[in-house]
């Protein structure tokens, strides 16, 4: 466990949390994420499909250099995009 401090986007108010109450959610397949670490951090990539057992998705790189490689990355290493 261990306490969390949360701030809420749209109203500012800072909520308290215990690290045991949240749980992680996954994206849908197809779509799109962000890397959030390692040697793809920055890049958005495709969700293409998640192995429950390991505790990764599979994400096909979208753009630059890695256009179209086929990783397969844990789940803390990648994000759901929000919508703008």
Partial sequence: G???QIK???SGDVI???Q???ETVLPNIGSTV???????RGEKATLVSINM???EGTLRIQ???YRGRE???PYEDFCKMGSA
């Fill in 71 to 73: 990783v397969a990355l």
């Fill in 16 to 18: 308290r949390v215990d």
């Fill in 63 to 65: 753009g630059g250099y």
């Fill in 34 to 40: 962000l890397v959030v670490n390692g040697a793809y």
């Fill in 20 to 22: 045991s109450e949240l």
């Fill in 2 to 4: 261990g306490d969390l």
């Fill in 53 to 55: 057992d390991k505790f």
């Fill in 8 to 10: 809420m986007a749209d």
